[in-house]
Nanobody, 123 residues
Framework: VQLQASGGGLVQAGGSLRLSCAAS????????SAWFRQAPGKEREFVAG????????WYADSVQGRFYIPRDNAKNTHYLQMNSLRPEDTAIYYC?????????????????WGRGTLVTVSS
């Protein structure tokens, strides 16, 4: 499975962005999916996850109520809708998939990763 993240860019604080994560090579429609991020000098941290069918979602406290993680299994794609962005949201965002459906917040539980897309939020 190859995951390709896209949609990053520069946005002002309070603005919105939507990231996409498209899978190729095989379907991820039966996998849990997630987004992580890594800011300069910091460890990679969990942002949001969704069950294989999109029924369940779980979020980091720092993004709860601002970010959403919809998915479209027909397109083999999941998304990260980011609203009310803050400068502290600046990071490289990585998408990931977990065929074991552990619903984990730990990066090590995700077997497939995209290469990341940079999000910069200016104040």
């Amino acid at each position: 499975v190859q995951l390709q993240a896209s949609g990053g860019g520069l946005v002002q604080a309070g603005g919105s962005l939507r990231l996409s994560c498209a899978a190729s090579g095989r379907t991820i429609s039966s996998s849990a999916s997630a987004w992580f991020r890594q800011a300069p000098g910091k460890e990679r941290e969990f942002v949001a996850g969704t069950s294989w069918n999109g029924v369940s979602a779980w979020y980091a406290d720092s993004v709860q109520g601002r970010f959403y993680i919809p998915r479209d299994n027909a397109k083999n794609t999941h998304y990260l809708q980011m609203n009310s962005l803050r400068p502290e949201d600046t990071a490289i965002y990585y998408c990931a998939a977990d065929p074991e459906r552990s619903h984990s917040r730990q990066p090590g539980k995700y077997g497939y990763w995209g290469r990341g897309t940079l999000v910069t939020v200016s104040s």
